[in-house]
């Protein structure tokens, strides 16, 4: 089943979206994450990404309270990222209420640590974050890009268990242009096995159905809802049509 997940980014514990993971191009959609996300849990949507970007700043998680809290309060399925780069912070992501963690910069500077978390929690709770700028690995909320290509790293991954990717091309993200379909396709046909959530770009109804026929795993929706270009009610009606 195609999963539609919408995304809630975190600075100082407000709902923010950023241009191109530019920390200098903030909006602030939301002083209360919680009620956000009881929102989309009451359009029968049942997963969340939520990011700390605070965290993938610090390199350390900053916002554990907002992840508790949303977890305590409700029942989606939270996949967490930002500021997970050691194994104290993943305990601390878990224990707060995560169901997932997402590793991308960790996967790209420590990959024995997070082979290390895919044996210990299993693939199921760990999924990789693969951000692309022209098809090579960016990494630290995007402030730094490696000489990484995204294809040997996820072939690489998923040699080790790697079940789980999401990726978002950084050229895309926060434009509403439109997300980068010819990366997935080259990512589905390089890694078949891997399930792969698509992240950044999305800016319209139909981009949603055309990665739902891509046979992708599933998308992130993120500023085409909070600039009001897809509603609640299209999320809703697009969530119960994929069950």
């Not at 903030?26 to 700390?52: C, M, N, W």
């Not at 960790?106 to 210990?120: D, F, G, H, T, Y």
């Not at 046979?215 to 697009?238: H, P, T, W």
């Amino acid at each position: 089943m195609f999963q539609l997940i919408p995304a809630i980014d975190l600075i100082n514990g407000q709902c923010v979206r950023l241009t191109q993971g530019d920390y200098g191009q903030k909006t602030v959609y939301s002083e209360d994450p919680l009620e956000v996300a009881k929102a989309f849990e009451g359009a029968g949507i049942q997963r969340l990404h939520l990011v700390d970007l605070d965290g993938a700043k610090a390199k350390k998680i900053v916002n554990a309270a907002v992840l508790e809290r949303i977890a305590s309060n409700t029942s989606l399925h939270i996949d967490f990222g930002g500021g997970v780069q050691s194994d104290e912070m993943i305990d601390t992501a878990f224990s707060a209420g995560a169901a997932q963690i997402t590793a991308g910069s960790i996967a790209v500077r420590n990959p024995a640590l997070v082979c290390e978390w895919l044996q210990k929690y299993g693939s199921e709770k760990i999924i990789l974050g693969a951000d692309a700028q022209d098809e090579m690995i960016a990494v630290s909320g995007w402030q730094e890009n490696s000489n990484i290509s995204i294809f040997d790293f996820l072939q690489d991954y998923t040699s080790k268990g790697a079940k789980y990717v999401i990726s978002t091309d950084v050229a895309k993200d926060g434009l509403l242009q439109g997300p980068s379909f010819d990366l997935y396709e080259k990512i589905q046909a390089s890694s078949p096995s891997l399930s792969v959530i698509a992240s950044g770009g999305v800016a319209c109804m139909a981009d949603l159905v055309r990665l739902r026929e891509m046979n992708l795993f599933g998308v992130i929706v993120g500023k085409a809802f909070y600039e009001g270009r897809i509603s609640l009610a299209d999320l809703a009606k697009f969530s119960a049509s994929a069950c």
